[in-house]
């Protein structure tokens, strides 16, 4: 393994990507986040102390140095929010241990107006976490978003906002909406302007030096596989890429695609939002793991719907995402239960699939083959050897190697950062 290694979420979020990425960032040189926004949570607990992150990368903490990438899409109100809270509590950010791409774009109050106006009439809405992240990646695409290196010019800047806000005003007006006023939104740009362009820098260049130094870089996810734009349960996604490539696109360090990749997996499963969920235990069985496992948002505080591994959900996220070995989270979740189901497939109109159908019509006729394995009904809470293991733990996680293919090489059994068992340390 290298000096490069990506961390990115096998399910639907919440794997626990933050306590594996804050126990690497100790091993990096330099932490960088590559896609998503202020929708990503990030609760992590160093020494003692809780902290909640939303955009700024986990490595700071550990005075390591961040980059946000291009591919990050960032609301300047929650940056400097975020950057307040951070330095309050004791962990200074300031632009001496943290570069934000010139490229990356804004996520402004019309986004999210634009956002809720989208959810309200949809007759299935998503759950999005409400923040705007959608509609600001469309005017990425769209290409009238604003971008960091905008703020710097305020003559190219006004007509650009004028531009952006003429786009949604005609859709708010059509819907009755109020609508948004440019120079608001400019003189509101205008007075942050000071305090983020000092971040902004050329990430790719910024990157490429740090890789040129033989420096460790750790690229830290946001999101998972199965809420990836392309390959996620669409349309109950996000509206980015959570793949291992996007390290190299939402960074600008193509060199990233070398890195060796985590997927990170719950030893179960959690889904936060509407949309597809294979595995979805209602009733009791949900409720002891959503309990076991405080499966609560981090970010909007919703409730998570929980359920069993699906291996076949796990296969095609590993394929998908670039995976090379896997961490599974939250082991000791599943430790009173007599027996654990795995999903390894499905029956879909009599017929066996190893994989999940991409229609809707067909998800919704697919049921759940599962494998029974027996549960270990002991504690793992805090286990950091493999042989500390119960046999049947040990078992349910060979099983898991052998059906995905893919090795195991960490596995997290409490929230604390040293309740690990390092079975492979991916920096080399
Ligand atoms: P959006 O990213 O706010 O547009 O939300 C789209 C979907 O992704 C919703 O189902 C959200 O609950 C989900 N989502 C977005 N970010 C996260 C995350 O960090 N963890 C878990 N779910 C997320």
Redesign the pocket.
Same mark, same amino acid.
């Given at each position: 393994m290298g000096n490069k290694v990506i961390v990115i979420g096998m399910q639907?979020?919440?794997e626990g990507k933050g306590k594996i990425v804050d126990v690497l960032s100790q091993h990096a040189d330099r932490v960088v986040r590559f896609n998503?926004g202020h @929708?990503?949570?990030h609760t992590l607990v160093v020494n003692g102390q809780k902290w909640k992150l939303a955009l700024l990368p986990c490595g700071l903490l550990h005075g390591k140095p961040g980059v946000i990438g291009n591919g990050v899409v960032i609301d300047p109100h929650a940056l400097l929010a975020e950057i307040d809270r951070i330095t309050a509590q004791g962990c200074v950010v300031s632009p001496a241990n943290l570069g934000i791409s010139a490229n990356a774009v804004l996520v402004l109050p019309v986004h999210r107006a634009v956002e809720a106006a989208d959810e309200a009439r949809r007759a299935q809405p &998503?759950?999005?976490?409400?923040?705007g &992240?959608?509609p600001a990646l469309e005017d990425k695409v769209g290409r009238r978003a604003i971008r960091i290196a905008d703020l710097a010019e305020p003559d190219t800047l006004s007509m650009k906002v004028d531009e952006l806000v003429a786009h949604h005003n005609a859709r708010l007006r059509g819907l009755g909406l109020p609508e948004f006023d440019p120079a608001v939104l400019l003189a509101d740009l205008l007075a942050l302007a000071p305090r983020i362009l000092p971040y902004a820098t050329s990430s790719w260049q910024q990157l490429d030096a740090a890789d040129q130094r033989g420096e460790r870089i750790l690229f830290e996810g946001?999101?998972?596989m199965l809420?990836d734009v392309d390959h996620g349960t669409y349309p109950?996604?996000?509206?980015s890429n959570a793949a291992a490539g996007q390290a190299a696109i939402g960074s600008g360090l193509g060199a990233a695609s070398s890195a060796h990749v985590l997927g990170i997996s719950k030893a179960y499963a959690t889904r936060?939002?509407?949309?597809p969920f294979p595995t979805e235990l209602a009733g009791e069985q949900g409720d002891l793991l959503r309990q076991r496992g405080a499966e609560y948002?981090t @970010?909007t505080g919703r409730p998570r719907r929980c359920g069993w591994l699906d291996i076949a959900l796990l296969r095609q996220s590993i394929k998908t995402g670039g995976a090379h070995s896997l961490v599974l989270t939250k082991l000791d979740v599943l430790d009173t239960l007599a027996e654990i189901r795995i999903c390894t497939g499905y029956r879909i109109h009599g017929e066996i699939s190893d994989a999940y159908p991409g229609s809707a019509a067909a998800q919704a006729q697919a049921e759940p083959v599962y494998e029974v394995v027996p549960g270990w009904q002991q504690s793992t809470m805090g286990i950091r050897s493999w042989d500390a293991l119960p046999v049947a733990a040990q078992n349910y996680i060979r099983r898991i190697e052998t059906l995905t293919a893919t090795p195991v090489s960490m596995i997290s059994t409490s929230p604390e950062r040293d309740d690990m068992i390092v079975l492979a340390q991916p920096f080399g």
């Open positions: 639907w979020g919440d998503g @929708n990503a949570g &998503i759950g999005t976490t409400g923040r &992240i959608g946001a999101q998972a809420l109950f996604v996000t509206s936060v939002g509407a949309g948002g @970010n």
